[in-house]
T-cell receptor, first 113, second 115 residues
């Protein structure tokens, strides 16, 4: 079945460590997104990519980095520069049409100890 | 700038009664509007979208939504609520006239359906 796979589901990290969240899709979608979810704040865009080897900063990109070397993969690195990284991270993808909706993965919950 | 408001943090409804989850939006161009549902510790699932045409949009699991341009609203509705509908609901907007690649999400409304 087609879909988006995020891993790991749960991750614990010590302060000062970088961590990479994986996102893989087999939907053949061009566009991929990373959102951060905090209670009561909805979803906020971290980065998005419309095509391989190209990506754009979202509203809260500071302290995060991404790469898009393959169409299927869009990993997110949470660096030690991110001041409050504990959150639920959601990856999504979309067909590159004007009317396409987002398809989401199951999310990764990062807790910084 | 685009924005979405969901004026109610929490909506409680009895099973079998109709439910409404409210959403208002602000965009400078023509809006593309979406509703998603999220169960605990899961990703968001797409319910329905308004692009153009009929103001009443039908979606998954018996949900529908009514687009009202004059009131800039896109309320989610269901004629008869189920306990299994209890979840977090998000409204989102995309402003195509400004070539926006982003989807702006509301803060979410928690729906509780009581047996």
């Amino acid at each position: 079945d087609g879909g988006i796979t995020q891993s790991p589901k749960y991750l614990f990290r010590k302060e000062g460590q970088n961590v990479t969240l994986s996102c893989e899709q087999n939907l053949n979608h061009d566009a991929m997104y990373w959102y951060r979810q905090d209670p009561g704040q909805g979803l906020r865009l971290i980065y998005y990519s419309q095509i391989v080897n190209d990506f754009q900063k979202g509203d809260i990109a500071e302290g995060y980095s991404v790469s898009r070397e393959k169409k299927e993969s869009f990993p997110l690195t949470v660096t030690s520069a991110q001041k409050n990284p504990t959150a639920f991270y959601l990856c999504a993808s979309r067909r590159e049409t004007n009317t396409g909706e987002l398809f989401f993965g199951e999310g990764s919950r990062l807790t910084v100890l | 700038a685009q924005s979405v408001a969901q004026p109610e943090d929490q909506v409680n409804v009895a099973e079998g009664n109709p439910l409404t989850v409210k959403c208002t939006y602000s965009v400078s161009g023509n809006p593309y509007l979406f509703w998603y549902v999220q169960y605990p510790n899961r990703g968001l699932q797409f319910l329905l979208k308004y692009i153009t045409g009929d103001n009443l949009v039908k979606g998954s699991y018996g949900f529908e939504a009514e687009f009202n341009k004059s009131q800039t609203s896109f309320h989610l509705k269901k004629p008869s609520a189920l306990v299994s509908d209890s979840a977090l609901y998000f409204c989102a907007v995309r402003d195509l006239d400004n070539y926006g690649q982003n989807f702006v999400f509301g803060p979410g409304t928690r729906l509780s359906v009581l047996p």
